[in-house]
């Protein structure tokens, strides 16, 4: 079984960074992709951003790009999101994900491709 941990949510004002992390244990885990998905209130949830666990090769949402960054340090399964020049509109819980089979980048950003999900780290930026 595949546990994921996120941590590093907070309140932020606008136009600052926070970086959130995500811990993943478990004796056979082995992932394809990390993910991270967040989802505000009254609202679906979306992708933000994936990462190869292998390459690290990394594909990110448009409303991510040119802001996030994300990244993976494999000898101690954790999954970063580095997020800067924060929005409002950034607001959201923000869920960790793990793609335990290969999906295509078309399909990265849907959240049924993923297998196992964290609890979330609330994300809240003042305007």
């Known amino acids: 079984q595949v546990q994921l941990v996120e941590s590093g949510g907070g309140l932020v004002q606008a136009g600052g960074s926070l970086r959130l992390d995500c811990a993943a244990s478990g004796r056979t885990f082995s992932p394809v992709t990390m993910g991270w998905f967040r989802q505000a209130p009254g609202k679906e949830r979306e992708f933000v951003a994936a990462?190869?666990?292998?390459?690290?090769?990394?594909y990110y949402a448009d409303s991510a790009k040119g802001r996030f960054t994300i990244s993976r340090v494999n000898a101690n399964n954790t999954v970063n999101l580095q997020m800067n020049s924060l929005r409002p509109e950034d607001t959201a819980l923000y869920y960790c994900?793990?793609?335990?089979?290969?999906?295509?980048?078309?399909?990265?950003?849907?959240?049924?491709?993923?297998?196992?999900w964290g609890q979330g780290t609330q994300v809240t930026v003042s305007s």
């Open positions: 994900a793990a793609d335990t089979s290969f999906s295509p980048p078309r399909r990265l950003q849907l959240s049924l491709e993923y297998d196992y």
């Open positions: 990462i190869r666990w292998n390459s690290g090769n990394a």
